[in-house]
C-alpha cells in the first residue's frame, strides 16, 4: 500500500505557482521522497526527488519539511501542458519497484 | 537517446484467450519492471528484473500471468488465460545502475471482451 496521502484534485491558473501537498507521517530514515507525473494517455514522468533537504531542478522544487513528514511539489509557473496527475511517492532505494497511490489530478486553467 | 519501446500500444481480445506484451528497455539500463494500471488507479508493480533473473513477483498472478527477460534486454509479458479483470495498460520501465529515475514507456491498453 502507498505511504503517502494526497488530495484527490487541485486546480491552478496558467501562469501561477501550483503547489501540491503530499503527507507521509510514516516514513522511514532512510526513504527518499519522490515525485512522478503522468500527463493524460502516457507513462509516468519522473519528476524530482530528496530525501531531507530542499532540491530544485528544471521541472520544479521540492519542499520536505524538516520532521519529513510531509512535503510540497512546487510548480513555479504553471503552464497547461502541467495538467496532469501527480504522483509522491516514499522509496528506501533507487532500484526499488514504485508504489503507487491514486495521485492528486491537477488541472491548470487558461 | 531513445525511450523505453512497447508493442502492441493496443490490444482487444475474449476473455480465456492469450495475450502478450513486448517491451525493450533503454539501451544498457539493466533493471526492468512491468506494472499494471487499472483505469482510475496508479500503477501497481507486477514484476522487477535485474538483468534475466527475477527480483519481486510477489505481486504477479502467477496462475495466469508470466514474464521473462532471457537475454537481459527485451521481455515479454503473457497472460494465459485472460480474465475481465485484466483489462489495464500494461508499463514496462527500465533503471540504469546509477540512476535513481524510471524510464517508462508509452503502455500497452488490453481490453479484454
Known amino acids: 500500500d502507498a505511504k503517502t496521502t494526497q488530495p484527490t484534485s487541485m486546480d491552478c491558473a496558467e501562469g501561477r505557482a501550483a503547489n501540491l501537498p503530499c503527507n507521509h507521517s510514516t516514513i522511514s530514515g532512510n526513504e527518499y521522497v519522490y515525485w512522478y507525473r503522468q500527463i493524460h494517455s502516457q507513462g509516468p514522468q519522473y519528476i524530482i526527488h530528496g530525501l531531507k533537504n530542499n532540491e530544485t531542478n528544471e521541472m520544479a522544487s521540492l519542499i520536505i519539511t524538516e520532521d519529513r513528514k510531509s512535503s510540497t511539489l512546487i510548480l513555479p509557473h504553471a503552464t497547461l501542458r502541467d495538467t496532469a496527475v501527480y504522483y509522491c511517492?516514499?522509496?528506501?532505494?533507487?532500484?526499488?519497484?514504485?508504489?503507487f497511490g491514486k495521485g492528486t489530478h491537477l488541472i491548470i486553467q487558461p | 537517446e531513445a525511450g523505453v519501446a512497447q508493442s502492441p500500444r493496443y490490444k482487444i481480445i475474449e476473455k480465456r484467450q492469450s495475450v502478450a506484451f513486448w517491451c525493450n528497455p533503454i539501451?544498457?539500463?539493466?533493471?526492468l519492471y512491468w506494472y499494471q494500471q487499472i483505469l482510475g488507479q496508479g500503477p501497481k508493480l507486477l514484476i522487477q528484473?535485474?538483468?534475466?533473473?527475477?527480483?519481486?513477483d510477489s505481486q504477479l498472478p502467477k496462475d495466469r500471468f508470466s514474464a521473462e527477460r532471457l537475454k537481459g534486454v527485451d521481455s515479454t509479458l503473457k497472460i494465459q488465460p485472460a480474465k475481465l479483470e485484466d483489462s489495464a495498460v500494461y508499463l514496462c520501465?527500465?533503471?540504469?545502475?546509477?540512476?535513481?529515475?524510471?524510464?517508462f514507456g508509452p503502455g500497452t491498453r488490453l481490453t479484454v471482451l
Open positions: 528484473f535485474q538483468n534475466n533473473g527475477v527480483v519481486d
Open positions: 511517492i516514499v522509496r528506501a532505494s533507487g532500484a526499488d519497484g514504485l508504489t
Open positions: 520501465a527500465s533503471t540504469g545502475t546509477s540512476d535513481n529515475e524510471q524510464f
Open positions: 539501451s544498457g539500463h539493466a533493471t
